[in-house]
């Protein structure tokens, strides 16, 4: 462990050497591959005053950044890098860019996936050239870093049993705790690839094409190209930033494309499209899931709610949850509208209690119209607040 404070670099000295320490610091071990860019920045420049940097040359404050994940506890092993079950394309895809960045960082660390992924999802991995990860079937005993998610209830299996080092998220604070210290970044904005990019820039490393392709997606996806309402400037920023490095010059036909595909679900049977997207919560003792069908007209979401009626006790007895919801949501520019559909009797009165306030209950959905009733901003913190004022019995 003691070569993990090698580098603890008073800043003083990082001020009156940059040139020097540039040289020598590489990120983690001294033995890490040292990227192209910062070998060319090796050679002291006695020359040059000390704030004139390169472009290529980190600045003292992304050494300094860097220097203050250097000390993450992986005790040498693999770092998995890995993202929620019924993983999509921002868990994916930022899973491999981080994993990049933590190999750049001198840590060896590998994406994994929880479980097959989704149309959208392969179309982009294709496109971009990209292998997709391989699937970690238990997490019991492996070194651990989260991505899109901290809640056990949506991470890979075992991953109580698991070491983790670090979460990187964009959700609310789940489940998942430490009692050892880790890397955790959240932000309240659109994707966790957006904060992947902004910590490449804040540790001062190129992104290559591939990786700007990857985390373009996953915005693009996430955000539903910066239009859904937890994006910001700094997603809509991360967008233009990542096309040019990936040299897609058309975003909008690149976004139709993607969300093409996530309209697709061709080939896939009724139950696996309602686990296609699908989260479970804990919250006051009760356990709750949602999946997300994505829809384009009310047409289609009255036929996929009919649908999803049909196989609801079988996906109630598949999975160990109280409450269970399929969510049809329409998402089309401004126009949002969301049929939840109670996979319970239970559920069902459930919806009447938490949320008395929806537009129509047609037999089979509850509708929500104006701005529906987004999984991630109003149902999830709504039925967390409600379980909190009614204690379970
Ligand atoms: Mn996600
Ligand atoms: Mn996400």
């Given at each position: 462990?003691?070569?993990?404070?090698?580098?603890?670099?008073?800043?003083?000295?990082?001020?009156?050497?940059?040139?020097?320490?540039?040289?020598?610091?590489?990120?983690?071990?001294?033995?890490?591959?040292?990227?192209?860019?910062?070998?060319?920045?090796?050679?002291?420049?006695?020359?040059?005053?000390?704030?004139?940097?390169?472009?290529?040359?980190?600045?003292?404050?992304?050494?300094?950044?860097?220097?203050?994940?250097?000390?993450?506890?992986?005790?040498?092993?693999?770092?998995?890098?890995?993202?929620?079950?019924?993983?999509?394309?921002?868990?994916?895809?930022?899973?491999?860019?981080?994993?990049?960045?933590?190999?750049?960082?001198?840590?060896?660390?590998?994406?994994?996936?929880?479980?097959?992924?989704?149309?959208?999802?392969?179309?982009?991995?294709?496109?971009?050239?990209?292998?997709?990860?391989?699937?970690?079937?238990?997490?019991?005993?492996?070194?651990?870093?989260?991505?899109?998610?901290?809640?056990?209830?949506?991470?890979?299996?075992?991953?109580?049993?698991?070491?983790?080092?670090?979460?990187?998220?964009?959700?609310?604070?789940?489940?998942?705790?430490?009692?050892?210290?880790?890397?955790?970044?959240?932000?309240?904005?659109?994707?966790?690839?957006?904060?992947?990019?902004?910590?490449?820039?804040?540790?001062?490393?190129?992104?290559?094409?591939?990786?700007?392709?990857?985390?373009?997606?996953?915005?693009?996806?996430?955000?539903?190209?910066?239009?859904?309402?937890?994006?910001?400037?700094?997603?809509?920023?991360?967008?233009?930033?990542?096309?040019?490095?990936?040299?897609?010059?058309?975003?909008?036909?690149?976004?139709?494309?993607?969300?093409?595909?996530?309209?697709?679900y061709d080939g896939m049977s009724d139950m696996e499209i309602m686990f296609s997207?699908y989260?479970?919560?804990?919250?006051?003792?009760?356990?709750?899931?949602?999946g997300?069908i994505?829809?384009?007209?009310?047409?289609?979401?009255?036929e996929l709610a009919e649908r999803m009626k049909n196989i609801a006790e079988e996906a109630m007895?598949s999975?160990?949850?109280?409450?269970m919801?399929a969510?049809a949501?329409?998402?089309?520019?401004?126009?949002?509208?969301?049929?939840?559909i109670?996979m319970?009797?239970?559920?069902?009165?459930?919806?009447?209690?938490?949320?008395?306030?929806?537009?129509?209950?047609?037999?089979t959905?509850?509708?929500?119209?104006?701005?529906?009733?987004?999984?991630?901003?109003?149902?999830?913190?709504?039925?967390?607040?409600?379980?909190?004022?009614?204690?379970?019995?």
């Amino acid at each position: 462990m003691e070569h993990r404070n090698s580098y603890t670099i008073p800043a003083c000295i990082i001020a009156a050497c940059l040139a020097a320490v540039c040289g020598f610091y590489a990120g983690k071990h001294a033995k890490s591959s040292i990227p192209e860019t910062e070998t060319a920045a090796a050679e002291p420049v006695q020359e040059t005053e000390v704030q004139e940097t390169s472009a290529d040359e980190p600045t003292e404050l992304q050494l300094l950044n860097r220097e203050a994940v250097s000390h993450m506890s992986d005790e040498g092993n693999t770092i998995y890098v890995i993202g929620h079950k019924s993983p999509d394309s921002d868990t994916v895809c930022s899973a491999i860019a981080y994993a990049r960045l933590l190999n750049l960082l001198g840590y060896t660390a590998e994406p994994r996936i929880t479980m097959p992924v989704n149309n959208e999802t392969k179309y982009i991995l294709e496109q971009a050239g990209c292998e997709t990860p391989e699937i970690l079937e238990s997490a019991a005993g492996e070194t651990i870093f989260l991505v899109d998610h901290s809640e056990y209830a949506q991470a890979a299996d075992d991953m109580i049993d698991a070491h983790i080092v670090g979460i990187m998220d964009h959700h609310g604070v789940g489940t998942v705790n430490t009692g050892h210290q880790i890397v955790y970044e959240a932000r309240p904005i659109g994707a966790t690839a957006t904060i992947v990019w902004l910590d490449y820039m804040n540790y001062g490393f190129e992104i290559d094409r591939q990786t700007a392709y990857l985390l373009l997606g996953a915005v693009l996806s996430d955000t539903s190209n910066g239009t859904i309402s937890t994006a910001t400037d700094a997603d809509r920023k991360a967008v233009s930033a990542l096309a040019e490095l990936a040299g897609v010059d058309d975003t909008e036909a690149l976004y139709k494309e993607i969300h093409e595909r996530a309209m697709s679900y061709d080939g896939m049977s009724d139950m696996e499209i309602m686990f296609s997207d699908y989260k479970e919560y804990e919250a006051s003792g009760v356990k709750y899931g949602i999946g997300l069908i994505n829809s384009t007209k009310e047409e289609t979401s009255k036929e996929l709610a009919e649908r999803m009626k049909n196989i609801a006790e079988e996906a109630m007895t598949s999975k160990d949850v109280d409450y269970m919801f399929a969510c049809a949501g329409i998402r089309e520019g401004d126009i949002k509208v969301d049929y939840i559909i109670p996979m319970s009797e239970a559920s069902r009165q459930l919806m009447e209690e938490a949320f008395p306030n929806y537009d129509e209950y047609d037999g089979t959905s509850f509708i929500f119209r104006n701005g529906g009733l987004g999984r991630k901003t109003k149902f999830v913190p709504g039925l967390n607040d409600f379980f909190a004022a009614h204690p379970h019995e």
